[in-house]
């Protein structure tokens, strides 16, 4: 497919996003997954779909959920107007193993391995478009970064016992988000490494997110400091949260699907 063209060595490269809905949400409880949970009459992937459409900088989107569900978001996509939707993909066995699928789709579709992919959960819906532009140029400029905000609490380290066994500066830490975004070679090349050192039966660290594979590779990741309220849906109460947004006109407006 055919991409926007420019001078700018940012926007005028592809930009694809990755969509990651295809987890079961087991810490929400409920009969669904939190990403198909409805929020004023429509589900919460809608929503986070909505923002990256909205987006100018992003020109395609790749959606990764339950094999079970494709056409259900290919449907979800066509009745809200999300036509920058061009792929949905099946999910892997976790996280890691989705992201990649996702990532593999977005190569295809890019066909540039200097494409921007961001990859985002499903379950934030209320991510702004500054964080998303900020992680667009970030990206171009240093390869990979991943949202984070600064960590408030004081933060230790545990031991197998579970008593105290180090502490780390506060004001070095930070806790991560998404969308986490890369240069899309870098990112491919990260997941392909890894998964060939697992199928080697090599000893390797149990990394869930895409930039902790980055930093696998030894490569430098940037911090994105988020914006607005980026918070994710894990428990009941954040669902509700999510409401409140909505019902007060923080996010996208609901409507029947």
Known sequence: MSFKQGTDPVTARPVIAVILAAGSGRRMGGRQPKQFARVAGRTVLSYTLEKFQTQPEVDAIVAVCPEARLEEVRRLGEH????????????????????????????ELAGDPDAIVLIHDAARPNVDGSTISNNIRLAAGCGACVTATPAVDTVVIADEAGFVSGQPDRRRVWNVQTP??????????????????LRAGDNVPHITDDGGLVRFLEEPVAICAAGGDNFKLTVPDDLRRFRALVRKGGSQRGGSE
């Open 180 to 197: 986490q975004s890369f240069i899309l070679s870098l990112i491919l090349h990260a997941h392909e490494a890894y998964e060939q050192r």
């Open 80 to 107: 809200h107007g999300i036509t920058k939707l061009k792929i949905v993909c099946a999910g892997g066995d976790d996280r890691r193993e989705s992201s990649f699928r996702g990532v593999k789709a977005a190569a």
